[in-house]
């Protein structure tokens, strides 16, 4: 019986089919196992040495894998979120409420999404003050810290994002004010500092294209919707790939 199985399994991973997948290991030699650990995707997020003590939870806090935990558990239950909203003003308010008050478990998928979101803002905030006070920052990591800030600027970016979504009057008159900032921006802003300069008109500005018109209405909701619900999570997703490669390539630093 045991060389049976032992045949089935070795024509299986002779397969065309089989070695398309696993391109290593199907021989057990020292080489062939260092392989399949390099190329392994769930091994490929931690280096292959690690000290001890890098990866000790005093030495990192946890807050790079928590905020990892944290972005998982939002898209999971911002999917679900998707089955029972519309991005249109007549609907919007509605149906939060609903899914507050009518949709089964609505209210806890809604509030988990909520919880985690600040969740998620303080736990990166926490992993780039670990990063900094550990002088995790310097080479030859700092390229991972310029991907971790444009992380930190996409957290931020799809909170503000999703808090225009309820459509209610803190979200109608947050989105207000955050786009009026981005009018004052310099070069891309109508009021920013050569604005006018660069030919940045009321119709052309940074503020118009955030809400595709001069003011916080339908347009303005699809797009927030949008980048909230699509490109912005597709961006976080390309850059945490390329953080993690580079968590693996460079090492863990480590307390000296
Ligand atoms: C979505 C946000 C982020 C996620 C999910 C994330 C995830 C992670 C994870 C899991 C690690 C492995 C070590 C650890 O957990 O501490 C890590 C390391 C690292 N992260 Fe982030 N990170 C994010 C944002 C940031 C930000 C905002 C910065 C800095 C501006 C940053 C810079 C770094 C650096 C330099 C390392 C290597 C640290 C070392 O080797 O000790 N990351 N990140």
New binding site residues.
């Given amino acids: 019986m045991g060389g049976l199985s032992e045949r089935i399994s070795k024509w299986v991973k002779s397969t065309q089919f089989y070695r398309a997948i696993f391109r290593h290991g199907y021989e057990d030699t020292p080489r062939n196992r260092a392989l399949t650990t390099f190329s392994n995707v769930l091994y490929h997020?931690h280096p292959v040495k690690t000290r001890r003590e890098?990866i000790k939870l005093r030495y990192?806090?946890?807050?790079?894998?928590t905020?990892?935990l944290l972005?998982v558990i939002l898209s999971a239950t911002g999917v679900l979120l998707m089955f029972y909203y519309v991005p249109d003003t007549r609907r919007a308010y509605q149906d939060i409420k609903d899914m507050m008050m009518v949709v089964s478990y609505g209210i806890i998928f809604r509030n988990i999404h909520r919880l985690a979101a600040h969740g998620?803002v303080f736990t990166?905030w926490v992993?780039?003050t670990?990063?900094f006070l550990?002088g995790?920052?310097k080479p030859p990591?700092e390229f991972?810290?310029i991907?971790?800030?444009m992380?930190?600027m996409?957290?931020l970016l799809l909170s503000w994002t999703g808090y225009l979504l309820p459509w209610d009057q803190l979200a109608l008159w947050a989105i207000t004010v955050g786009t009026k900032m981005a009018a004052a921006t310099p070069l891309f802003g109508v009021e920013g500092p050569f604005g006018p300069e660069l030919g940045m008109r009321p119709d052309n500005d940074v503020k118009f294209m955030l809400l595709g018109g001069t003011e916080v209405g339908q347009n303005a909701l699809l797009r927030f919707y949008v980048l909230h619900c699509v490109a912005l999570p597709l961006l976080?997703v390309v850059l945490?790939a390329v953080?993690?490669w580079r968590?693996r390539k460079?090492?863990?630093?480590?307390p000296l």
Avoid: K, P
């Avoid at 460079?250 to 480590?254: A, H, L, P, V």
């Fill in positions: 997020l890098s990192t806090w946890c807050m790079g894998g905020s990892l972005f998620m990166v992993h780039m670990r990063v550990t995790a920052y990591r991972n810290w991907i971790g800030v992380l930190l996409l957290t976080v945490l953080h993690f968590v460079d090492g863990f630093s480590g």
